[in-house]
């Protein structure tokens, strides 16, 4: 209770007093101890930073015996430390924290929280080895506990400090969303709002920019401590809201403690931002930064985002940028006809008919005063119904717009590659030469040397079409293997449209050929890259897809750690608004259970199995499969419902006709159940047969399986410490024949 009340200004002097004296009279008229007392006294004054009574309280408590009402070990050495920092003594400080740390004393919250409040001393004391360690071990023990944001804070402080701008940026971004946890802990609300305010202002200060987007930072619980906005900040805004929230909690917290301690560690942190030290770190880190894109004012400018956004699948965005050029006066035909267009593709991908047949009709206006051969060229183009070798036919009139008669051309190669694959026969070497005819026939039409002279409008939407049928090329060169011919075709098509969205859309290209040449790690760097540059382009939902890209393709290449860094990435960038994709979540929970994180992974298991459930159609192999990660995540976190899991699995098992992963099910379960455990599983097309496990707590027990099944099969015998005998209570073993105890196995 002392505890909680110094640690927000809302209680006065007078109230923790009281409190203490309360403690202390109590422990006193029950005949205890006081070392509990002198504890809670000792930490009060340090908090309070009233230097000589805390000195004179830890003279005190050293010289009291402990009894089993004291502190444990791990809070003693961790009172000290605040009375070294309070003295000023940070080399004095860190070395009672390693020493804690080296010992293992350990509690809920030690010795991490000691641990991340000297990073900064060890720093300054040139303990670079122990510092590094000890950042290592205080992210591990403190990223997934909202409780220890003092100490994520702290840890961010310290990857800005080593150079690891990257890694601390996305340390805020994680848990900045942490400052509205228990509002009564002001304390660690101000530690960390000055911890983080130093990351955002180095960040800038190192190169960065003060317009990349904070993710997370639009959290409505932040409202409690920050003032409330509709969109993430920027890095600049969010460090000057976060230096005014360490500044007025110094003050209230200065005039209950009648000193300046908290006005001291706000220039001690201010000062923090000019320094530097040069120490290596190891964790995976993925942080693109996202920067707010500028609001468009000119029709150019439009076009160009509608563009941009059409390059990036992003559909909101591009019917909005769509239909500011569509409403605007000096809006040349070319850059209306693609307007239309393009938010047609995209409003018929949502399902909006009316957007759909509104913009096919300025479609054919724009196309009406650009010449009678674009109208009919248009009119078999703006319809996807349409057949494809009719339009590229109507390519020969010369006063077509170029560009429309390119994408004629490209949709004809396109379906034709399309139809050929679902025939029978497959691709014939004779169709795709006709199809490459095609598309060579599209890149003259729209070639930088066509097209000069012509109207500026002309030549920009002539370079989008040359894009999509370098895009095409390189796509259908990819389908039939010739992996790379295709990457050199998708670099001509980044050269034909220079721009972030193209940018990243072709690295996502790149990635998917790389992908089906077997190169996983090739085509998780590709996708990184598309991640990063959809973020700078403030595209954050394409980046997010990117980034889950990525991480699945660590998943393949066995690298779990790196898995889990992008799926936490293209998360933050997804929100919380709705759920994240069934398949992303999947991937997603196994890459953080095996980089330790059960607890964050049994989530997203069990939504998993909430989503199947839901589904009728799911089969039963799914849900078992499920039910098995589920249990796994359960059983690392202690829980013994995995059993039940696990029980629930092997009935699904079987039911799918998966008898021996049903088997493996039930002998899992029976490792989390001491007594009897028993079920009947229906084999397909047979008799029931049942697995019956009989436990006894006692050392010298040993539990037998006994099963019924048809005589076509028959359980496969383990030899002796196979995974039949795995260890159940403390020596129980299992008969591993199909009918009764095997002799060899189980005596």
Same mark, same amino acid.
């Given at each position: 209770?002392?505890?909680?009340? #110094?640690?927000?200004?809302?209680?006065?002097?007078?109230?923790?007093?009281?409190?203490?004296?309360?403690?202390?009279?109590?422990?006193?008229?029950?005949?205890?101890?006081?070392?509990?007392? +002198?504890?809670?006294?000792?930490?009060?004054?340090?908090?309070?930073?009233?230097?000589?009574?805390?000195?004179?309280?830890?003279?005190?408590?050293? $010289?009291?015996?402990?009894?089993?009402?004291?502190?444990?070990?791990?809070?003693?050495?961790?009172?000290?430390?605040?009375?070294?920092?309070?003295?000023?003594?940070?080399?004095?400080?860190?070395?009672?924290?390693?020493?804690?740390?080296?010992?293992?004393?350990?509690?809920?919250?030690?010795?991490?929280?000691?641990?991340?409040?000297?990073?900064?001393?060890?720093?300054?004391?040139?303990?670079?080895?122990?510092?590094?360690?000890?950042?290592?071990?205080?992210?591990?023990?403190?990223? #997934?506990?909202?409780?220890?944001?003092?100490?994520?804070?702290?840890?961010?402080?310290?990857?800005?400090?080593?150079?690891?701008?990257?890694?601390?940026?996305?340390?805020?971004?994680?848990?900045?969303?942490?400052?509205?946890?228990? +509002?009564?802990?002001?304390?660690?609300?101000?530690?960390?709002?000055?911890?983080?305010?130093?990351?955002?202002?180095?960040?800038?200060?190192?190169?960065?920019?003060?317009?990349?987007?904070?993710?997370?930072? =639009?959290?409505?619980?932040?409202?409690?401590?920050?003032?409330?906005?509709?969109?993430?900040?920027?890095?600049?805004?969010?460090?000057?809201?976060?230096?005014?929230?360490?500044?007025?909690?110094?003050?209230?917290?200065?005039?209950?403690?009648?000193?300046?301690?908290?006005?001291?560690?706000?220039?001690?942190?201010?000062?923090?931002?000019?320094?530097?030290?040069?120490?290596?770190?190891?964790?995976?880190?993925?942080?693109?930064?996202?920067?707010?894109?500028?609001?468009?004012?000119?029709?150019?400018?439009?076009?160009?985002?509608?563009?941009?956004?059409?390059?990036? !699948?992003?559909?909101?965005? +591009?019917?909005?940028?769509?239909?500011?050029?569509?409403?605007?006066?000096?809006?040349?035909?070319?850059?209306?006809?693609?307007?239309?267009?393009?938010? =047609?593709?995209?409003?018929?991908?949502?399902?909006?008919?009316?957007?759909?047949?509104?913009?096919?009709?300025?479609?054919?206006?724009?196309?009406?005063?650009?010449?009678?051969?674009?109208?009919?060229?248009?009119?078999?183009?703006?319809?996807?119904?349409?057949?494809?070798?009719?339009?590229?036919?109507?390519?020969?009139?010369?006063?077509?717009?170029?560009?429309?008669?390119?994408?004629?051309?490209?949709?004809?190669?396109?379906?034709?590659?399309?139809?050929?694959? *679902?025939?029978?026969?497959?691709?014939?070497?004779?169709?795709? =030469?006709?199809?490459?005819?095609?598309?060579?026939?599209?890149?003259? &039409?729209?070639?930088?040397?066509?097209?000069?002279?012509?109207?500026?409008?002309?030549?920009?939407?002539?370079?989008?079409?040359?894009?999509?049928?370098?895009?095409? *090329?390189?796509?259908?060169?990819?389908?039939?293997?010739?992996?790379?011919?295709?990457?050199?075709?998708?670099?001509?098509?980044?050269?034909?449209?220079?721009?972030?969205?193209? #940018?990243?859309?072709?690295?996502?290209?790149?990635?998917?050929?790389?992908?089906?040449?077997?190169?996983?790690?090739?085509?998780?760097?590709?996708?990184?890259?598309?991640?990063?540059?959809?973020?700078?382009?403030?595209?954050?939902?394409?980046?997010?897809?990117?980034?889950?890209?990525?991480?699945?393709?660590? &998943?393949?290449?066995?690298?779990?750690?790196?898995?889990?860094?992008?799926?936490? !990435?293209?998360?933050?960038?997804?929100?919380?608004?709705?759920?994240?994709?069934?398949?992303?979540?999947?991937? !997603?929970?196994?890459?953080?259970?095996?980089?330790?994180?059960?607890?964050?992974?049994?989530?997203?298991?069990?939504?998993?199995?909430?989503?199947?459930?839901?589904?009728?159609?799911?089969?039963?192999?799914?849900?078992?499969?499920?039910?098995?990660?589920?249990?796994?995540?359960?059983?690392?976190?202690?829980?013994?419902?995995?059993?039940?899991?696990?029980?629930?699995?092997?009935?699904?098992?079987?039911?799918?006709?998966?008898?021996?992963?049903?088997?493996?099910?039930?002998?899992?379960?029976?490792?989390?159940?001491?007594?009897? !455990?028993?079920?009947?599983?229906?084999?397909?097309?047979? $008799?029931?047969?049942?697995?019956?496990?009989?436990?006894?707590?006692?050392? $010298?027990? *040993?539990?037998?399986?006994?099963?019924?099944?048809?005589?076509?099969?028959?359980?496969?015998?383990?030899?002796?410490?196979?995974?039949?005998?795995?260890?159940?209570?403390?020596?129980?073993? +299992?008969?591993?024949?199909?009918?009764?105890?095997?002799?060899?196995?189980?005596?």
């Amino acid at each position: 209770m002392p505890g909680i009340l #110094t640690g927000s200004p809302a209680f006065d002097r007078t109230q923790i007093d009281a409190v203490l004296n309360d403690m202390e009279a109590t422990f006193r008229d029950a005949g205890l101890g006081l070392s509990a007392v +002198a504890s809670a006294r000792f930490e009060t004054a340090t908090s309070l930073g009233d230097l000589a009574d805390a000195e004179r309280l830890g003279e005190d408590l050293e $010289s009291l015996p402990r009894d089993n009402y004291s502190s444990c070990e791990a809070c003693i050495p961790a009172g000290y430390v605040d009375l070294e920092l309070l003295r000023r003594d940070g080399a004095a400080a860190a070395q009672i924290a390693i020493s804690a740390w080296r010992e293992h004393q350990v509690c809920a919250h030690e010795p991490e929280t000691m641990l991340a409040r000297t990073l900064v001393a060890m720093l300054e004391s040139g303990r670079l080895e122990d510092a590094a360690e000890a950042f290592d071990f205080v992210c591990r023990s403190s990223r #997934t506990e909202p409780d220890k944001l003092l100490n994520m804070a702290l840890a961010a402080q310290f990857a800005s400090l080593t150079g690891h701008h990257d890694l601390a940026l996305d340390l805020v971004e994680r848990h900045v969303g942490w400052l509205a946890h228990d +509002a009564l802990h002001e304390r660690a609300h101000f530690t960390a709002a000055l911890a983080f305010a130093v990351v955002l202002e180095r960040y800038v200060a190192c190169g960065g920019s003060a317009d990349a987007v904070v993710r997370a930072s =639009a959290d409505p619980a932040l409202a409690a401590v920050l003032p409330a906005v509709d969109e993430p900040r920027t890095v600049a805004d969010l460090g000057r809201e976060l230096w005014a929230l360490g500044d007025g909690l110094a003050q209230r917290f200065d005039e209950r403690g009648g000193n300046d301690l908290y006005a001291r560690e706000v220039a001690a942190a201010r000062a923090l931002v000019e320094r530097s030290w040069e120490v290596p770190l190891t964790q995976e880190v993925f942080a693109p930064v996202s920067i707010r894109r500028a609001a468009p004012t000119t029709t150019q400018e439009w076009f160009a985002a509608a563009v941009a956004a059409n390059v990036a !699948y992003a559909g909101i965005d +591009a019917i909005e940028a769509a239909t500011h050029v569509l409403a605007s006066a000096d809006a040349h035909p070319v850059q209306r006809l693609r307007a239309a267009a393009i938010r =047609a593709q995209h409003a018929g991908a949502m399902g909006d008919m009316a957007t759909v047949e509104a913009s096919h009709e300025a479609y054919m206006e724009s196309a009406n005063v650009l010449g009678e051969a674009t109208v009919r060229l248009a009119a078999i183009v703006a319809s996807e119904a349409g057949p494809a070798e009719p339009a590229a036919a109507a390519t020969e009139h010369a006063d077509a717009v170029p560009s429309t008669r390119a994408r004629a051309l490209v949709r004809s190669a396109s379906e034709s590659i399309d139809l050929q694959l *679902r025939s029978e026969e497959g691709m014939t070497e004779e169709a795709f =030469a006709w199809a490459m005819e095609r598309l060579d026939e599209a890149d003259v &039409i729209v070639a930088p040397d066509a097209v000069a002279g012509l109207d500026e409008e002309i030549g920009q939407d002539a370079a989008f079409a040359r894009y999509a049928v370098l895009a095409t *090329r390189g796509t259908l060169l990819g389908r039939i293997g010739a992996h790379e011919d295709a990457i050199a075709v998708f670099a001509a098509a980044e050269a034909a449209l220079p721009g972030r969205a193209v #940018t990243a859309s072709v690295a996502g290209m790149r990635a998917k050929v790389r992908e089906a040449a077997q190169d996983p790690v090739g085509a998780g760097a590709e996708h990184d890259r598309a991640a990063t540059e959809f973020a700078a382009a403030g595209f954050g939902g394409t980046a997010a897809f990117a980034a889950f890209e990525s991480g699945r393709c660590a &998943i393949v290449a066995g690298d779990a750690e790196r898995a889990a860094a992008r799926f936490d !990435y293209g998360a933050g960038l997804w929100g919380t608004s709705e759920p994240l994709p069934f398949a992303v979540r999947w991937d !997603y929970a196994q890459a953080l259970l095996a980089t330790g994180e059960a607890d964050r992974a049994r989530e997203l298991a069990e939504s998993v199995l909430e989503h199947e459930l839901a589904q009728p159609q799911t089969s039963p192999g799914s849900l078992a499969q499920t039910r098995v990660f589920l249990a796994q995540c359960m059983a690392e976190s202690g829980d013994q419902g995995a059993g039940e899991q696990y029980a629930a699995a092997a009935r699904l098992f079987v039911e799918d006709g998966a008898v021996h992963a049903g088997a493996e099910a039930s002998l899992r379960a029976a490792q989390f159940w001491c007594g009897r !455990y028993q079920a009947d599983l229906a084999l397909p097309g047979s $008799s029931t047969w049942r697995v019956c496990w009989s436990v006894s707590p006692s050392s $010298s027990s *040993r539990w037998r399986c006994w099963t019924f099944a048809p005589s076509a099969w028959r359980m496969p015998t383990m030899p002796r410490g196979g995974r039949c005998c795995r260890p159940l209570g403390r020596t129980a073993r +299992a008969s591993t024949t199909v009918t009764r105890s095997c002799g060899s196995c189980c005596g």
